[in-house]
Structures are given as C-alpha cells and as structure tokens.
C-alpha cells in the first residue's frame, strides 16, 4: 500500500539532547513538507522540500534541520537549539506537477523533559 | 501573508443534526483543502474546491467555496459519533504551487 511512515509514534528526549524523525513516503511524490502542531492550534510550517537534495525554510525553521539526499526521504533534526521542542510533528508530501492535496503520515509526538 | 481563520473553534453537537464549519482568508482564495483529523493521528483529507461556487459532497459531508467572500463551509448533515475529530482548511498561498497555509482547526464532539 501506498503511504507515508513517521517513526516512531512517540519519543522522549532530554533537553539538550538532538532528536532525528524519520519520515517515508512510497507515493513517488516530489515535494515534501514538515509540520509542528501544538495543543489547539493549527499546523506551522517547518521545512519543505520540492525536489532530492534541495529544500527551503518555512515559518518556524529556527532549531530545525532537515535532509532531502532521497526521494523517499525527508528526515527533521530536532536541534538542542529549539526551545519549546515539544509537540507533535506532522510529515507530508504531495505531488509537484498537481494536483497538490497533501497526504500526512501518522504524526510523532516528542516530549523533551 | 495569508490567514485562515476557523469558525467555530469548538463545536458540540447531538448526534442526528446538522452543523457547519468556516473557513475564511484574509486574501484571494485560489483552491481550499479540507481535512479531518483524529486526535493525536495524522491528517485526512477529504475534498478540495478549486473554482468559487463550486461544491463537492462525500457521504454526508458537503463543502462548499465562496470565491467573492473568501470563504468556505463544510456541512456535515445528521452527524455521527464517526465525524468527531478536528477539521482543517488549508489553502495555497498564490495562484500556483502545492504550498497550504492551514487554518487553527475546528474540534467537533458528537454526543450520541
């Protein structure tokens, strides 16, 4: 089946400490998105990628990195540079040539304590 | 930049009516997206409107795109436990490109 994989469901990180979330898509889409959510609120914007090896800061990029080396993958950094890292982390890809819905993984809470 | 703004936040319903959700921007709307998600889950998406007037239904969920008033509605006609979740618009920023900018959502709890 078709789809996109976060791993893993919830992680636990000490503060200071860089966290990598993993996100895979078998959808063969070109561009792909990460997100935060906090309680009650919309989505932001983290990073994005259009295309293998290139990708682009979105709102909130600030103690974030990412790495687009295949088409599959979209890894997010949770750097010790983030202050309020905690919240739940949405990964999405969607085609670049139209049409553009997003289709999301199941989500990655991480509590940073 | 652009915003999406959800009416209502919150939404308690009875099981068997009818409810609607709001979704209005503050500029142009060049397409709008909606999804539903479960709390904790990731995003599901249901329909999206490209052109203003135009209006898709799947099951008993009906959104509808209002181009002149920037606006979109999604009505859901005799809810069920099933439609609970948080409702998302979400809209592309230009007239090109597969960018959403999403609005804060609309929870919705149906008592049975």
């Known amino acids: 089946d078709g789809g996109i994989t976060q791993s893993p469901k919830y992680l636990f990180r000490k503060e200071g400490q860089n966290v990598t979330l993993s996100c895979e898509q078998n959808?063969?889409?070109?561009?792909m998105y990460w997100y935060r959510q906090d309680p009650g609120q919309g989505l932001r914007l983290i990073y994005y990628s259009q295309i293998v090896n290139d990708f682009q800061k979105g709102d909130i990029a600030e103690g974030y990195s990412v790495s687009r080396e295949k088409k599959e993958s979209f890894p997010l950094t949770v750097t010790s540079a983030q202050k309020n890292p905690t919240a739940f982390y949405l990964c999405?890809?969607?085609?670049?040539?139209?049409?553009?819905?997003?289709?999301f993984g199941p989500g990655t809470r991480l509590t940073v304590t | 930049s652009q915003e999406l703004e959800q009416s209502p936040q919150s939404l308690i319903v009875q099981e068997g009516k009818n409810l609607t959700i709001n979704c209005t921007s503050s500029?142009?709307?060049?397409?709008l997206y909606w999804y539903k998600q479960k709390y904790g889950e990731g995003l599901i998406f249901l329909m999206m409107?490209?052109?203003?007037?135009e209006e898709k239904s799947h099951e008993k969920i009906t959104a509808k795109l209002d181009e002149k008033k920037q606006q979109s509605s999604l009505h859901i006609t005799a809810s069920q436990p099933s439609h609970a979740g948080i409702y998302l618009c979400?809209?592309?920023?230009?007239?090109?490109?597969?960018?959403?900018?999403f609005g804060g959502g609309t929870r919705l709890m149906v008592k049975p």
């Open positions: 979400g809209a592309p920023p230009g007239n090109a490109g597969n960018m959403l900018t």
């Open positions: 500029k142009t709307l060049y397409g």
């Open positions: 999405a890809s969607s085609s670049s040539g139209g049409p553009y819905e997003q289709y």
């Open positions: 959808l063969n889409h070109d561009a």
């Open positions: 409107l490209q052109k203003g007037g």
